[in-house]
């Protein structure tokens, strides 16, 4: 009896889960199992944001946590110190094109383990655009033509570009996704005045981009909140001793006082945590003045960076610190703390855990300090104004923004009717994937196993963005590599159950 297993993209997230595959099935074969890897990119691996040529785009995590093997996240920096010395006391943050040649590299030894195990291997590049027949026959349909039995099929799309502002597709000077960078460097002039939409990590590569051009016109970022994000601490990360917010001090509250943990509790002992630490280091936390929305995002840049450099930065280390219990902690909260969460603490978090190299960092207080560079919040819309052949951006304090060209870089699609991807939105069509309430679709947290209210559906399993409502860390490629090796694992488990 023969199995087949699909895995739908082919970048950093499918090739981990390929790989998995292969080093499990040749260490303990199962039966005839057969792997199809489909990819809409004719270059497997590497995928928009890490086929990228540009110097200035950067890795937004050290190196020690890139690895694409679950068990090894040091895996690529010793792949890279193997090809250009590396000092042992730094940190790390490689080009995003480095890190492609890593991904092209992982992908090659599947292959040859693949072949040497003698697994069948078949690569269809072509857009999966349907997935068709039950639970025990589903077929999934390529823009090709092609069509593929699958009895298990991981939906590994990456980072989808959200369907926003579709109502400035097609106006001259407007870009709706950051990536390929070619798209930027090769359409817009030097000279130009450009509108980012976003102040996050995309909008620090869309300025990169520009920046490594020779860009000499303003650059304007646009966001609701207006923040950065803060500034990476340049050195070998260490353990912080957290005593307070920790997973098994959450789970004895819940224990001792009963099962309602809310988004207070999360931030009592987030705080607390805070404050002893703050403490330690002779200070106060001045939360007030820690609430950065809607504040001038450019005053708190050096502060940042001074921060970061003398190793001080408390948020970051305790949210860096809880990575990997982050995911277990984000499932002790309700549907209405999550929501909560997403609107009243979600931009903070995001600023001090999701955090920039310092390199970037010193790249954009070098274009404020010369007045290329400004960041404003409180957009409420941007609109294509075609009589003048311009952008305007509207702020809530009444300002406007203005600029030839719009880069749409708010980040990835968030929401399942955020994502225009042609296989994804047939398959929510035919009702074989849910909205989850706080973002992408409904799955088990622990195995990435879809949940569907038809029990005949195919079986399908998601990894990455697609689950950021279950496991909301799904930015950090270390934490979408270990759940990779949990789909794997599961899908194997009951191939080897059923070939019994």
């Not at 497997?44 to 190196?63: I, M, R, V």
């Not at 499932?331 to 609107?343: A, C, E, K």
């Not at 009589?387 to 600029?403: H, K, M, P, Y």
Request: proline fraction near 5%; include cysteine.
């Amino acid at each position: 009896m023969g199995f087949s297993i699909a895995i739908i993209g082919m970048g950093a997230c499918g090739v981990a889960a390929f790989a998995e595959a292969t080093i499990r099935l040749a260490a303990a074969p199962i039966g005839n199992v057969e792997l199809h890897l489909v990819s809409r990119e004719d270059d497997l691996g590497p995928g928009l944001a890490f086929g990228t040529d540009q110097p200035g785009h950067l890795l937004n995590t050290e190196s020690r946590l890139m690895g694409l093997y679950a068990s090894e996240p040091g895996h690529f920096r010793e792949w890279v110190a193997k090809r250009r010395p590396l000092d042992p006391g730094k940190v790390e943050y490689a080009p995003r094109a480095e890190y492609g040649e890593y991904i092209r590299q992982v992908l090659a030894d599947a292959y040859e383990r693949a072949d040497r195990a003698g697994i069948p291997i078949h690569v269809h590049r072509s857009e999966a655009i349907a997935i068709e027949g039950n639970r025990d026959a589903a077929a999934i349909r390529l823009r090709d033509g092609t069509i593929i039995d699958s009895d298990y099929t991981l939906l590994a799309i990456g980072t989808p570009r959200p369907a926003r502002f579709g109502e400035l597709e097609g106006c001259l000077g407007y870009f709706d996704f950051p990536w390929p960078a070619r798209r930027l460097r090769e359409g817009i002039g030097v000279d130009q005045d450009v509108i980012v939409l976003g102040s996050s990590l995309s909008a620090i590569d869309s300025f990169a981009t520009l920046m490594d051009q020779g860009h000499r016109g303003l650059i304007h970022f646009v966001s609701k909140d207006g923040m950065l994000p803060r500034v990476e601490i340049p050195a070998p990360e260490e353990t912080y001793p957290r005593v307070h917010f920790t997973l098994s001090r959450m789970r004895r509250l819940i224990r001792e006082r009963g099962p309602r943990f809310s988004i207070v509790d999360l931030f009592r002992l987030f705080r607390r945590e805070a404050e002893e630490a703050a403490a330690a280091q002779g200070e106060r936390i001045d939360w007030h003045a820690e609430n950065r929305m809607d504040r001038p995002a450019l005053d708190a840049l050096p502060i940042d960076i001074a921060r970061a450099d003398a190793r001080t930065e408390i948020f970051q280390r305790i949210l860096t610190s809880a990575r990997f219990e982050a995911s277990a902690m984000w499932d002790l909260l309700g549907p209405r703390d999550r929501d909560r969460f997403v609107r009243w603490l979600g931009p903070h978090f995001a600023t001090a855990r999701f955090t920039m190299p310092m390199t970037n960092a010193c790249r954009l207080a070098e274009a404020a300090a010369r007045g290329q560079l400004r960041v404003h919040g409180g957009v409420k819309d941007t609109i294509w104004d075609a009589e003048r052949r311009i952008f305007i951006s509207s702020l809530a304090n009444g300002d406007t923004v203005c600029a030839p060209v719009v880069v749409n870089a708010t980040g990835t699609a968030m929401t399942l009717d955020e994502i225009p991807d042609a296989l994804i939105v047939q398959l929510a069509d035919r009702g074989w994937l849910h909205p989850h309430p706080s973002g992408g679709v409904e799955a088990h947290r622990q195995t990435g196993e879809v949940i569907t209210h038809d029990r005949d559906a195919p079986r399908l399993y998601a990894v990455g963005q697609l689950v950021n409502g279950v496991q909301r860390d799904t930015n950090a490629v270390w934490f979408n590599v270990q759940c990779a090796e949990k789909a794997v694992q599961d899908m194997l488990i009951k191939i080897a159950g059923d070939a019994r």
